[in-house]
């Protein structure tokens, strides 16, 4: 790890400061993925400014119809908060089964959705409920934000605040787990709203993505049969070492299947 | 004096004595070792599989802060430092001896696989030291790499080494072809498998770790490493690599987090921070990272085989062929050459009666990582063969693979099997028999429909192995081609108290030894566990022995210190003797207590012990004083662990994820000293055979030779949730018939019978789908495609 300054931010201003003034600088909002690419020296900011300690960002509250995560709010606070479970089970239930109990308690909603792995849980589920990030300086909506890998619609000095997620009738998330890291090979959110379904899918290719087909099998009629009834097609699809494009692509009817299951079982 | 009570500690789950400082945190390890004026090394990597090295300029990192000094292999060749040796010499069949290319400390003119060493950086801090590794500068010529194992020697592959013609490193043969042969043309029926056993990387807990320091006071080095066998390690590199007499080179190998023969070899880092100690005159500390580790600890298996099964009409066994390319890396590792030969071909009869065996193994060099042994070395290697062979056969014929492997059993000892080995000892059946009635074999068709109801697929697998442990008699092994004796030896020191310290040349790294090995003891010596302390893995300390590896620690560690405490229990019988005026014939020594037969006349131990230090009462005259005795223990034979493991799995069809439900493992280990421990090991091993069976898998670019499975987010390790819970039972057992113990050792077993107990149950729960093979692992990728392609074919 090459050395770097670390500043604790009380409050988002001041952490966008920082890194409007110093283009060498980043946010820490758990360090999950950050800290590992800096031990093994791919990544040398000159510092980290951690906002994980910013206490307008900490907070969940259900309001109504609306569903607000603060930014940096641990997988573990979110899967254990009783409004998330309540307004939300199928994110409750997606937030604690993220990576491993240590990394649940440092990572952030706002650092996943940040660095938008595209093997990570939180886009898919951001995705499908048509949720809206919040920044210092805007509202982006979940379909505007994700570009590609690791690429985001964020500005460099953008702080996420918080995520605002409306309340879908049923929502629910299955994913399957790579072997070896235990990140999605596959994950599949679905989520069902008065005026339709939207699915979010994760881990299958270079960004988290809305399967057409399957939204609108599963629009018309929201079963297990009717997931299972819709072919994937493997053209644009990640293969690498660990599966084959075919294979993530019959995964993908497959685990919208049981994300229904798990979605009609809250 | 009353005897004490009987004391029955061979044979009883002692807790283990090392556990509380490991618990505390207050073992020792090599990173733990901190010596004065400590530097820190770290090396520069080749990032090319195959390359010339055309310039390094090291200009800029000799004036980064805190750089001590920084060696390249031109360095060490200018000083006559002496490649690194192979410990094991292979002839081809046509008489040749294998090749042995230059294994360089550093490498100097080219890389020859992605992490071979190019630099070593010695600073004030490893944080200045990869600082400055960042700063030199290497020109490479890049060359075309050979990667793959298959086609390593085939026409117009890149020469890993110019002296090695087609990358062949040797072309063995063992057993008797022309009757193997015959064998095959009279069969009513023969099975064929193509098997991969793929290449692992070890990955133990405590990656690789050297302290090494030269003291100007006496001329010699002191190096801490994380090692199996100290004394091994310290005669190959005084002796072949660095010129030194021995007694220049202490080596001590502390608290050993894991091994799994990955910590057997001598390596190049061992060497170059030796070496660069005396230059920069400063202790040097090198810790491999993780995914260092994944570059440059020697891996292990990765053979590609064509395997044959010739059986008669009465479906016994008539004649096995095998045909094994083997990988051996870019250079050969300190024992590559045996793993692949004389640790697998001689595994090949299994528990069978096969009369007719041939194999013939290719040893190819690759520009990859050397491969040399890991936990079952050859073995697993061997078994797979054999186990998938019996099981594969019994499914093409429609038979029981229980009733096929009965037919076939080995039912008379000593059998001299047709690969060279002479079992001495075993009982097939029982093993077999309490496996089927632990796995609930006979309910099994009830839960296969169970499992159909769900949806899902049911199987059932076997595996009845055999290893070869206890290396070994050295004069076979010698005839074998081992350039080193591989006996143990032991120290049995008594102090003038009783209390007693044992040195040996077995070496713990997580096995235990500091209980097992006081368990003899102290049930030998009639005295309390808590005065037994063992000793080991530090040359300046304990004899020369042999180290630990090949599950050979209790076999012959323990058989050395049951010779050495021969010779105590002797000489304390002769001071007993004078104590008690009587003659030595006439003393009996049982629980702790020395007594003239037939009489109430004792002394104890102690009493012998302190007479033996405080010789007031001694005949000087005819004995030294002094209770202090040492021994050799050689082999007359291998010792032959054996026994059955079920499996059960369940497959998903619409994922191919397998779960293991069951795993049953019977073994018979001949007498036991420590269940519990030897539970734990069983448990370890098969943790690491269900690894290879289902999830780990080293995979390099086939053009690049550039490592993709290089850190654990892509080589699978398992996981507990990987694992069922294990049903584990040591079977009563067929002791040893040639060591004192009657043990034959428990390290191997899981990893070496437990990979094709797995497959053979996966497939047995894919054959109604029409699936026939699958390679290892079985991934839920892997499973699912062998289904999608058997139901579109």
Redesign the interface.
């Known amino acids: 790890m090459y050395s770097f300054d670390y500043q604790k931010a009380d409050e988002a201003k001041a952490a966008v400061a920082v890194l409007s003034a110093n283009g060498d600088a980043k946010f820490l909002a758990g360090g999950q993925s950050l800290l590992p690419t800096m031990r093994l020296r791919l990544a040398q900011p000159s510092a980290l400014v951690d906002v994980t300690r910013i206490a307008s960002m900490k907070n969940v509250t259900l309001d109504g119809d609306k569903l607000t995560i603060g930014g940096a709010v641990s997988h573990a606070a979110v899967a254990s908060n009783a409004d998330v479970q309540r307004a939300l089970p199928g994110l409750a239930d997606l937030a604690g089964r993220i990576g491993d109990r240590q990394v649940r308690e440092r990572g952030t909603i706002g650092g996943s959705l940040a660095n938008d792995d595209p093997a990570a849980c939180y886009p898919s589920a951001v995705l499908a409920l048509n949720a809206t990030v919040v920044t210092d300086r805007r509202r982006i909506a979940a379909d505007d934000f994700f570009i590609d890998m690791y690429t985001t619609a964020l500005e460099p000095d953008e702080l996420i605040t918080a995520v605002e997620f409306p309340l879908a009738e049923r929502a629910g998330y299955e994913k399957f787990r790579n072997p070896a890291s235990h990140f999605a090979l596959v994950g599949v959110f679905v989520a069902k709203f008065k005026d339709g379904v939207r699915v979010g899918v994760t881990g299958a290719a270079s960004s988290v993505f809305r399967p057409a087909e399957l939204e609108a099998a599963l629009s018309k009629d929201f079963s297990v049969a009717s997931a299972r009834g819709v072919t994937i097609s493997p053209n644009e699809l990640n293969a690498d070492m660990h599966a084959s494009a075919e294979y993530r692509a019959h995964l993908i009817p497959v685990l919208a299947g049981r994300a229904i299951e798990r979605a009609m079982s809250f | 004096m009353n005897a004490p009570e009987q004391q029955k500690l061979i044979g009883a789950g002692v807790k283990r004595k090392e556990d509380y400082r490991f618990l505390t945190g207050a073992g020792q390890y090599t990173d733990d070792v901190v010596m004065p004026q400590q530097s820190y090394g770290v090396f520069l990597r080749s990032p090319h599989a195959h390359a010339k090295i055309a310039r390094i300029d090291m200009e800029a990192a000799l004036n980064s802060p805190g750089v001590i000094g920084i060696f390249i292999g031109k360095d060490m060749a200018g000083e006559n430092v002496g490649g690194l040796p192979c410990g094991w010499l292979i002839h081809s069949t046509d008489g040749s001896p294998m090749h042995e290319p230059p294994h360089p400390v550093i490498a100097h003119d080219k890389v020859l696989h992605v992490g071979d060493q190019v630099a070593l950086v010695v600073a004030e801090s490893v ?1 200045e030291a ?2 400055a590794l ?1 700063l030199i500068e290497v020109d490479y010529d890049e060359l075309p790499a050979t990667v793959d194992t298959a086609s390593a020697s085939d026409a117009g592959q890149p020469l890993v080494h110019d002296s090695v013609p087609n990358n062949v490193c040797y072309n063995w043969g063992h057993g008797d072809k022309a009757a193997t042969d015959a064998a095959f043309a009279k069969a009513a029926h023969v099975t064929t498998l193509d098997i991969v056993n793929q290449r692992l990387v070890p990955n133990a807990i405590e990656p690789r770790a050297v302290n090494a320091s030269y003291s100007k006071h006496d001329d010699s080095y002191t190096v801490y490493v994380a090692n199996q066998n100290p004394h091994v390690e310290r005669l190959l590199m005084a002796a072949f690599v660095l010129s030194l007499p021995e007694s220049k080179l202490r080596v001590i190998a502390p608290d050993v987090g894991g091994g799994f023969g990955s910590k057997i070899f001598l390596y190049p880092e061992d060497v170059a921070l030796t070496w660069a100690s005396k230059k920069v005159g400063r202790p040097i500390k090198w810790v491999a990272e993780r ?1 260092e580790a994944f570059l440059s600890d020697a891996h292990g298996r990765d053979h590609v085989t064509k395997a044959e099964l010739a059986l008669d009409k009465d479906n016994k066994f008539i004649g096995m062929r095998v045909h094994t390319t083997a990988n051996m890396g870019a250079y050969l590792s300190t024992f590559a050459s045996s793993i692949p030969t004389v640790l697998y071909a001689t595994l090949l009869a299994g528990q069978y009666t096969t009369p007719a065996i041939y194999a013939e193994v290719k040893a190819v060099f690759t520009n990859t990582v050397p491969v040399d042994a890991y936990r079952g070395a050859g073995r697993p290697e061997a078994t797979y063969v054999v186990e998938r062979l019996v099981e594969t056969a019994a499914r093409e014929l429609n038979i029981d693979p229980v009733e096929l492997r009965r037919r076939n059993f080995i039912r008379e000892f000593p059998y001299a099997t047709p690969v060279g080995l002479t079992y001495d000892i075993g009982d097939y059946d029982a093993c077999l028999n309490r496996a089927l009635e632990l796995a609930d074999v006979a309910g099994f068709a009830k839960r296969r429909d169970e499992s159909k109801q769900k949806g899902k697929l049911r199987g059932i697998g076997y595996s009845c192995y055999i290893e070869a442990c206890g290396l070994a008699p050295s004069n076979v092994a010698g005839a074998l081609g081992a350039r080193a004796g591989l006996f143990e030896a032991g120290e049995v020191r008594v102090h003038p108290t009783g209390s007693v310290t044992v040195f040996t040349g077995s070496h713990s790294h997580g096995q235990g030894h500091e209980t097992t090995f006081a368990q003899v003891v102290a049930d030998r010596l009639g005295i309390a566990i808590e005065n037994v302390e063992i000793i080991h893995g530090d040359t300046g300390r304990i004899p020369f022995g042999m180290g630990t590896y090949g599950s050979r620690s209790i076999s012959v560690g323990g058989s050395a210190i049951m010779k050495a405490l021969d010779k105590v229990e002797a000489k304390a019988k002769k001071i007993a003797a004078h104590l008690l005026e009587a003659s030595a014939e006439d003393i009996e020594f049982t629980n702790g207590v020395f007594r003239v037969k037939g009489t109430d006349r004792t002394k104890s131990f102690v009493d012998v012990s302190l007479a033996a230090y405080v010789p007031h009462n001694f005949p000087l005259e005819t004995m030294e004083p002094g209770l202090n005795e040492n021994a050799f223990y050689d082999p007359t034979n291998f010792t032959y662990p054996s026994g059955a493991y079920v499996c059960e799995v369940e497959v998903d069809q ?4 397998t779960r293991i439900e069951k795993f049953t493992a019977v073994d018979d280990f001949g007498n036991v000293i420590n269940p519990m421990i030897v539970e734990g090991q069983v448990h370890g091993g098969l943790g690491q055979g269900i690894g290879q069976a ?2 780990e ?1 080293c ?1 390099y670019d086939d053009s690049t030779g550039q490592l ?2 290089g850190s ?6 398992p ?1 507990a949730s ?1 694992l069922p819970n294990f049903t584990v039972e040591t079977a009563k057992g067929t002791p040893c018939t040639h060591n004192p113990l009657g043990v034959k050792g428990c390290g191997e077993a899981g990893a070496i019978g437990s990979p094709p107990a797995v497959i053979n149950a996966i497939l047995d729960a894919l054959a109604p789908l029409g699936v026939k093979d699958l390679q290892m692992p079985a ?3 892997r499973v ?2 062998a289904m ?1 392609n058997a139901q579109r074919a």
Do not use: C, I, N, Q
């Open positions: 944080k990869k600082d960042e995914s619409d994922t191919g994820e289902m999830l898998r995979v993709l499975s654990f987010m892509d080589y699978a390790m996981h990987d991934t839920p990728h699912w495609t999608h």
